[in-house]
């Protein structure tokens, strides 16, 4: 999995046919702006009105997943996001003549060729996965759907499917890297059962369709009738069922293509969450009004993740990006006044600092002596300290700099620090650092509890007496 953001070099363009509308329809991809994500742009209406694709955007999904903003709409648009996904772009415009994606030959891969034909582009804004921490699931008793969300360390994603009939049986899919998403799953066409294309054909629901684009499994005998219905409807002279219970005119790419076309949506409706996901997936029997709710689910995790700053974990074993050595050859701060320990991680945009907690602390010796409780204020200089740091990254010589506090905002203390506790500083920064003046907020924890908080400006100052 890419740390970086990607986007297309350049625009690309594909053409074909609404599966449900049966109308022409041209779709071309545009680069986008980091953290712009995927926006579907309908170019035959007036004003070029937009619709994100997102999660709370999915109006229906009969027969496919369909994104409406007002009166605004697009349906079918699960292939187009699962080759997205699957080729791990993040930034992308969709302009669509239509109110239709073209159905192609029914799977991701002709526009993860279309894609690969543009070409992908790296840009410098760091791609927000959104990291499964602890398992959750959707279910749907009354259809036996479930969808369940597991810890791990890149995208893995599950399907098994059974509709109880012989002619499909059951079937699963897996798929461990989704970097193999183009030759694993990417050609994995749709599917229908006989009778309900009987159905869609007899309402008029599917101009679109013919036997070369969706799998269609035999479930029924087939009469005179049905048959002559099927030549009708797909310009055939003679349609028959073969061996393995599947009309003609069709070869299957994979033995348990269903279940790999089925793994193929729920990423493709997944990419509704918002977000690159870290994690596991495992879906049973899932369909679009399934993977739509898990979508509108995990969304609201990554709102609620973004909204929180994340906790950083601490491994003791783990290298540290400074030990205490090079903390003071940038700090001017010493002993008992330092207050960091160790730098674990450090960008031009956040630092992680740690500090031990110890009963040699000088200050226990007379604050609170019989119950001893690290000084509000001295929690605030430790994680002032890791903040100089962040600062002094920015300048080419932190040895011939200082920085120093001009305002301290929203301070709160949450828990007691006591020896022995280990207090992880995090500080990020809130803005770019303009002038030498540093904005940014701050968080100290003990484990997973938040002991203090504050929103800190400073500024980095040059030593007069230093060249």
Do not use: W
Request: negative net charge.
């Amino acid at each position: 999995m890419t740390t970086q953001q990607h986007t297309l070099q350049q625009a690309v363009s594909i053409s074909g046919t609404g599966l449900h509308t049966g109308k022409q329809v041209t779709l071309t991809f545009q680069p986008a702006e980091p953290h712009s994500g995927y926006i579907l742009v309908r170019t035959d209406l007036e004003q070029r009105p937009e619709i994100p694709a997102l999660a709370s955007y999915v109006s229906s999904t009969e027969r496919g997943t369909t994104l409406a903003h007002g009166e605004v709409s697009v349906s079918t648009v699960e292939h187009v996001l699962a080759a997205l996904t699957g080729l791990q772009i993040d930034n992308c415009r969709l302009e669509i003549n239509g109110p239709e994606m073209p159905i192609m030959d029914g799977s991701s891969l002709p526009f993860v060729e279309a894609l690969e034909q543009a070409g992908l582009k790296a840009q410098e804004q760091p791609r927000d996965y959104f990291e499964i921490t602890e398992p959750f699931a959707y279910r749907d008793e009354a259809e036996n759907i479930e969808i369940l969300a597991l810890p791990a360390d890149h995208y893995q994603v599950t399907a098994m499917v059974d509709y109880e009939t012989k002619v499909l049986g059951s079937q699963h899919a897996s798929l461990s890297r989704i970097e193999d998403f183009k030759d694993q799953l990417a050609n994995s066409r749709t599917f229908s059962f006989l009778h309900e294309l009987e159905y869609l054909l007899d309402n008029g629901l599917i101009q679109g369709g013919d036997l070369k684009n969706a799998i269609v499994y035999v479930d029924q005998e087939v009469e005179g009738p049905t048959l002559e219905k099927l030549k009708k409807a797909f310009g055939k002279e003679d349609v028959s069922v073969k061996a393995n219970g599947i009309l003609d005119n069709l070869d299957l790419h994979h033995p348990n293509e269903a279940a790999r076309h089925k793994l193929l949506d729920v990423i493709g409706d997944l990419a509704l969450a918002g977000a690159p996901i870290k994690g596991r997936i495992i879906a049973t029997r899932p369909g679009h009004a399934a993977n739509a709710a898990f979508a509108k689910l995990l969304q609201k995790k990554i709102k609620e993740a973004r909204r929180t700053p994340a906790i950083p974990s601490y491994d003791p074993a783990t290298t540290p990006v400074y030990d205490v050595n090079k903390i003071m050859n940038i700090l001017p701060h010493r002993p008992p006044f330092l207050l960091v320990d160790k730098i674990l991680e450090l960008s031009t945009e956040h630092v992680v600092g740690v500090k031990s907690i110890t009963m040699n602390e000088p200050y226990f010796t007379g604050h609170f002596p019989g119950a001893p409780v690290m000084p509000g204020v001295l929690q605030i200089e430790a994680m002032a300290q890791a903040g100089g740091i962040l600062a002094l990254n920015t300048v080419p010589d932190p040895e011939n700099y200082l920085t120093y506090f001009l305002k301290i905002d929203g301070v709160r203390f949450k828990r007691q620090v006591v020896p022995g506790d280990v207090l992880l500083l995090s500080l990020k920064l809130t803005q770019p650092i303009r002038r030498g003046i540093v904005q940014m907020d701050g968080q100290a924890y003990v484990g997973q509890q938040l002991a203090c908080e504050a929103s800190m400006m400073a500024q980095i100052v040059k030593e007069k007496n230093k060249a």
